[in-house]
């Protein structure tokens, strides 16, 4: 049985969807007013490999992701650019849609966006005011009253007591308790807003996922996800929202994977050490990176340098350079088979993606030494299901191609020109000159092939 760690009761447990073989799963997205960085293609890769796997253990999973498109810091960026809102966050949308995709990212079954789901928002307010859970400040902001849910702090095992002002808690004179956080913000001159009952505003942040996911996956529902930084204040207020206005438990199971770090510090645009994805794929392959994030366990730490890139990219040309030249059969995974049941027993116990990774490598190790269509082909598979070595692997080892690969094919001809001509050393020159340019030859029974450094 499939097994995961549940933030919530701080243990590994088995997986019991609510639905026979049917998994619903929300994760908090991104807010879209810069290009994404490191830190969010972790989550994004993360919970990718999670939906791909129950998937292949035959679940039908709906998974949703959802786009913060109204928030104080697009409208600080939007002021910044002289730009629409509405033409800041498309921007950054279709920005990080071009990401993900690079980054062999299924898009989830449902993007829904903040501000088309604003009147829940209003009708979720409106009931928590209603039940006592919430009120309305002088100021003519709407606060939710945290010492009202008895529950709060169950996820992330904080006490009311040992919460105090200033401690990742806006201080805010209009407030009855310091603890208190905001559900509805009365706009400030020249910001957007909606009509609400209590005023001209806009939701606040936290209010966002509680409305998205009870809309479209249900009041209860099975997972909830996203970055370990979230785990407080935002899904403990997600959970002090939606359990206070439905009555009912929100998610079973509460997943959360662990930072990038850069330095000893977490990545992060607020400490200005991000590395946004762009630049990193500017270096290196996209699916270098999507290897890098999935060879470490996701709740573990994950330390980026291009030393730990450069290393992630001589394993992956390793798997590589083991499926060259051989035929890939068509036909589905026997679990039955030893190192299938072995990569099957690691993904079932927490998405254990570096236990699974070492199988590939085992059958890279065997397929180095009998060259089997049978053990390059459930290598194939068996790395498919976590979105791993598709690509046909010349095309892998060549990386980018273009008008220079002529250049290249043309120096190798020449070098076996030289060769036949027993022209050694002008065959040595060659292999040197591209060499520098980073481009390596291998000689083979079969011919001459290369790859980039």
């Not at 095992?157 to 004179?173: I, M, N, Y």
């Not at 030393?307 to 990219?313: F, Q, Y």
């Not at 080892?397 to 220079?404: A, C, D, K, R, V």
Request: charged share 30%; aromatic share 10%.
């Amino acid at each position: 049985m499939l097994k995961l760690y549940n933030t919530l009761s701080r243990s590994k447990q088995d997986f019991k969807p609510i639905t026979d073989k049917k998994v619903s799963m929300y994760v908090c997205g991104m807010t879209v007013y810069d290009f994404c960085h490191l830190g969010h293609a972790r989550v994004m890769v993360v919970f990718d490999m999670v939906a791909r796997w129950f998937r292949a253990s035959d679940y039908d999973v709906t998974y949703v992701r959802n786009i913060t498109d109204i928030d104080d810091k697009i409208i600080k960026r939007a002021n910044e650019n002289n730009e629409s809102i509405q033409s800041l966050t498309q921007r950054f949308i279709t920005a990080m849609d071009e990401d993900s995709a690079k980054l062999g990212i299924i898009r989830p079954d449902i993007e829904p966006r903040a501000t088309e789901h604003v009147q829940g928002m209003l009708d979720m307010i409106s009931q928590l005011i209603a039940k006592g859970f919430a009120y309305q400040a002088d100021n003519g902001d709407v606060f939710y009253k945290v010492r009202s849910f008895s529950d709060y702090g169950k996820l992330s095992g904080k006490s009311l007591d040992d919460l105090r002002a200033g401690e990742r808690v806006d201080v805010d004179g209009h407030k009855q308790d310091p603890l208190d956080f905001v559900l509805w913000k009365s706009a400030k001159p020249g910001e957007p807003y909606w009509e609400s009952p209590w005023g001209n505003g806009r939701p606040g942040w936290h209010i966002e996922c509680s409305v998205m996911s009870a809309e479209h996956l249900g009041q209860h529902f099975d997972i909830h996800g996203g970055g370990q930084d979230l785990q407080f204040p935002h899904h403990e207020n997600e959970i002090a929202q939606s359990e206070a206005t439905h009555g009912c438990t929100m998610a079973n199971y509460w997943m959360h994977n662990g930072f990038i770090r850069v330095d000893d510090e977490k990545m992060s645009k607020s400490l200005g050490n991000f590395f946004t994805i762009r630049e990193v794929l500017e270096k290196y392959d996209p699916e270098v990176v999507r290897f890098f994030i999935l060879r470490a366990h996701y709740r573990s730490p994950l330390n980026y340098s291009d030393k730990h890139l450069d290393d992630a990219k001589a394993s992956l040309t390793r798997l590589y350079t083991a499926l060259r030249g051989i035929e890939i059969a068509d036909e589905t995974i026997d679990w039955r088979l030893p190192q299938a049941a072995k990569f099957k027993a690691a993904m079932d116990d927490d998405f254990n993606t570096p236990e699974a990774i070492a199988v590939l490598f085992e059958l890279a190790n065997d397929l180095n030494k009998d060259k089997s269509a049978a053990t390059a082909t459930l290598l194939k598979q068996l790395a498919a299901i976590i979105g791993l070595l598709q690509r046909d692997p010349e095309s892998f080892m060549q990386g980018e191609t273009g008008n220079s690969d002529l250049d290249i094919e043309s120096l190798i001809n020449a070098r076996i020109a030289a060769k036949t001509a027993k022209n050694y050393a002008e065959a040595d020159r060659i292999r040197k000159e591209l060499a520098e340019a980073g481009i390596i030859l291998e000689d083979t029974p079969q011919g001459t092939t290369w790859r980039r450094a």
